[in-house]
């Protein structure tokens, strides 16, 4: 079973800037893509960053595009979002997600799809 466990996030000023790190664990043999996502209540979760195992291929929603950056640390299955000049539109809950291949409870390698427990980000004056 392959965890996901998000640290950073909370309360900042507009203009500020925050730093996540989303750490993936278990028996995972590769990791394919890595990305962040963003929920505001009542509405549907949406693609904020998404980075591939190089790490030299990137999406950005447009409302981020220049002020925040994905990246990762492939030997420690970390992904990291570096958000700058945060605006309060920015406040939601957002969710890292990774896909890729772990050894599943019968020893056999297995596709599996994993999510981050959700940290919020407020960003007020």
């Known amino acids: 079973q392959v965890q996901l466990v998000e640290s950073g996030g909370g309360l900042v000023q507009p203009g500020g800037s925050l730093r996540f790190s989303c750490a993936a664990s278990?028996?995972?043999?590769?990791?394919?893509?890595m990305a962040w996502y963003r929920q505001a209540p009542g509405k549907q979760r949406e693609l904020v960053a998404a980075g591939t195992a190089s790490s030299s291929r990137t999406n950005y929603a447009d409302s981020v595009k220049g002020r925040f950056t994905i990246s990762r640390d492939n030997a420690k299955n970390t992904v990291y979002l570096q958000m700058n000049s945060l605006m309060p539109e920015d406040t939601e809950v957002y969710y890292c997600?990774?896909?890729?291949?772990?050894?599943?409870?019968?020893?056999?390698?297995?596709?599996?799809?994993?999510w981050g427990q959700g940290t919020q980000v407020t960003v007020s004056s």
């Open positions: 997600h990774t896909q890729g291949v772990a050894v599943s409870a019968d020893g056999r390698p297995r596709s599996f799809v994993a």
């Open positions: 278990g028996r995972i043999l590769g990791i394919n893509d």
